[in-house]
Nanobody, 116 residues
Framework: QVQLVESGGGLVQPGGSLTLSCAASGFTFRQYTMRWYRQAPGKEREYVAVISSAGGSTDYADSVKGRFTISRDNAKNTLYLQMNSLKPDDTAVYLC?????????WGQGTQVTVSS
């Protein structure tokens, strides 16, 4: 079955950096577009970034553009999110997502807290 497992979250000071990972299994990773979302307490889930199956095309939410970089390693079945210049507003649970055969799958998420 499809499994997505995020890791790499933690507590970081404003201006700091983190790299999140999402290990994928149960589907042919290299064939699918992958996305990162985030959800802050009391807020709706928010799109963060998307990457095409081969990694040649990416897109970002305006709120993270220029600070975050999405990438993937199809040999390792792993999705990444490099986050720089972090702000308190980036505090959220970060989740990776894939749609396979019209079904949507999410990981359990990894907590990112930006605070001094």
């Amino acid at each position: 079955q499809v499994q997505l497992v995020e890791s790499g979250g933690g507590l970081v000071q404003p201006g700091g950096s983190l790299t999140l990972s999402c290990a994928a299994s149960g589907f042919t990773f290299r064939q699918y577009t992958m996305r990162w979302y985030r959800q802050a307490p009391g807020k709706e889930r928010e799109y963060v970034a998307v990457i095409s199956s081969a990694g040649g095309s990416t897109d970002y939410a305006d709120s993270v553009k220029g600070r975050f970089t999405i990438s993937r390693d199809n040999a390792k079945n792993t999705l990444y999110l490099q986050m720089n210049s972090l702000k308190p507003d980036d505090t959220a649970v970060y989740l990776c997502h894939v749609a396979v055969a019209s079904r949507h799958y999410w990981g359990q998420g990894t907590q990112v807290t930006v605070s001094s």
